[in-house]
């Protein structure tokens, strides 16, 4: 274990009250969305996927709400950045989780700076103990399965180590499907998604289950369901959610049109349905009403199909915090739902940043301090692209010393080295000792994202 960490792992309380102050997902009690109006249990059941179970209900102040909220989310595909800014007053005093000391062992800067540094430990813990929960979860009907979402970070070590713990692979596109299996993944446990899953172009792999984005997919599917894959799913959006993704299910012509096509599937096809709503963007109390309403929705689509839904699959999103608690807490909920009618099932869970963001770091050093409240550093915003959209976890190290400090609450902003207005890294921080030219500056929870997001700028190439 790296020297400093005993130190380092006391010494993050202060780490853990910043963050604490600006990350999480929404809060569980009272929130900038008004929680009152949907926290009632007749207003937060009555939100329903379809005017079938939406009539008994009064949910003009709901529709409100999740206008609001549409605005909220953005364009990102965690939906997190404009939530996780609103969000930094309200969530003051809420624990959120300091870096165990698994982080340290790998958190060795290179000389060469900045410089992505893998937490082998850290994920490796992760991994392993997200399966073992996975499988305490499961019973004799339901097996839950987590489908590592490949867009997130596609990163060849997470792959793998997602492969050896038992995950399956969730893939968006071809050139995803390849990655997985070059990752040792077999056709058995990929699943595929998304609006372009057959881009660039089809390649020999026969997916576990497909998940069509609209009606006229899912016909195409069920004609070539012989050859596509083992099971096929649609994508559901919710009623007052505004998506480009998924088939809006707000009528009973819509409702009917769906359970028709799912009765004529081939009895050998399984049938899935699926929806994709980030709990870390609406709320995890918000995200269980949701899936709760989507399990009756699973409901209410086999009768009228009259065909077993065997597959559920729940999308990903869940901030890396949420995620533990979630398989602990709501996961079996839902899994005991699943089961009440003794039909065999797979529970899909789709965790991209909930398993990957903690899993790296980007290692950094100071280039110059201005008057002493402004710092510059060698890694940018092209390194951390995410930087904005969730608090990263940071520590320093003086130049040629072992121990990290927590960085702390202060008047410090952390430039990165862009000649860009936008590359500010940290804002409102300070640190344990002075900072010079040399010193190392770490950002943690850099492993979703900023990753797969991250570009070459001022690097002299051009992609
Ligand atoms: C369908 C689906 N599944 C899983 C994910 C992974 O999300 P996250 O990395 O936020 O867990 C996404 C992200 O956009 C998605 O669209």
């Not at 102040?61 to 909220?72: K, Q, Y």
């Not at 590592?148 to 968006?172: H, M, Q």
Request: charged residues 25%.
């Amino acid at each position: 274990m790296a020297h400093g960490t005993k130190m380092v792992d006391g010494a993050l309380e202060g780490v853990r009250r910043r963050r604490a102050a600006q990350d999480r997902s929404p809060p569980r009690t009272g929130s900038c969305l008004s929680t009152a109006a949907v926290s009632g249990t007749r207003a937060a059941r009555g939100f329903r996927w379809s005017d079938h179970h939406f009539r008994s209900m009064s949910h003009r102040r709901i529709s409100m709400d999740w206008e609001h909220l549409t605005l909220m989310i953005g364009d990102h595909p965690s939906g997190m950045p404009v939530l996780a800014r609103r969000l930094r007053q309200s969530l003051a005093g809420e624990a959120s989780s300091a870096p165990t000391s698994d982080y340290l062992e790998d958190a060795i800067t290179p000389d060469i700076t900045p410089a992505r540094l893998f937490l082998t430990a850290h994920a490796e813990r992760r991994f392993s103990e997200s399966q073992r929960l996975l499988n305490s979860i499961s019973n004799k009907y339901v097996q839950v399965v987590g489908a590592y979402s490949v867009k997130t970070n596609p990163d060849t070590r997470l792959l793998t180590l997602a492969r050896s713990c038992g995950f399956w692979a969730e893939c968006i596109s071809q050139l995803e499907v390849s990655a997985a299996c070059r990752a040792g993944f077999g056709q058995e446990s990929i699943i595929l998604n998304g609006p372009a899953k057959w881009w660039p172009s089809r390649n020999s792999i026969r997916p576990k289950l497909v998940i069509a984005d609209s009606v006229r997919e899912l016909q195409s599917a069920i004609k070539n369901a012989d050859t596509l894959s083992q099971a096929i799913g649609i994508r559901i959006c919710p009623r007052i959610f505004k998506s480009r993704f998924g088939v809006s299910l707000n009528t009973e012509k819509e409702i009917d049109e769906v359970a028709g096509i799912l009765s004529q599937f081939p009895l050998e096809t399984g049938i899935g349905l699926h929806f994709h709503l980030a709990s870390s963007a609406i709320g995890a109390e918000r995200w269980v009403w949701l899936a709760d309403s989507f399990l009756e929705l699973v409901e209410e689509l086999e009768l009228r199909a009259r065909r077993a839904i065997g597959w559920v699959d729940l999308g990903g999103g869940w901030h890396p915090d949420d995620w533990v608690q979630f398989l602990s807490e709501s996961a079996p909920t839902i899994v005991e739902k699943l089961s009440g009618k003794a039909i065999p099932r797979t529970l899909v869970l789709e965790p991209g940043k909930a398993m990957a963001q903690p899993t790296m770091a980007v290692a950094s050093r100071v280039i110059t301090v201005r008057d002493g409240n402004e710092v510059v550093v060698d890694a940018s915003i092209a390194e951390l692209p995410d930087i904005n959209s969730h608090p990263h976890r940071m520590m320093s190290r003086k130049k040629g010393t072992n121990k990290w400090y927590p960085v702390v609450d202060g008047a410090i902003r952390v430039y990165g080295r862009l000649c860009m207005e936008t590359d500010v890294l940290a804002s409102g921080v300070s640190f344990v000792h002075r900072l010079e030219p040399g010193d190392e500056v770490m950002f943690l929870d850099a492993g979703a994202y900023d990753v797969s997001m991250a570009f070459d700028f001022g690097r002299g190439q051009s992609s």
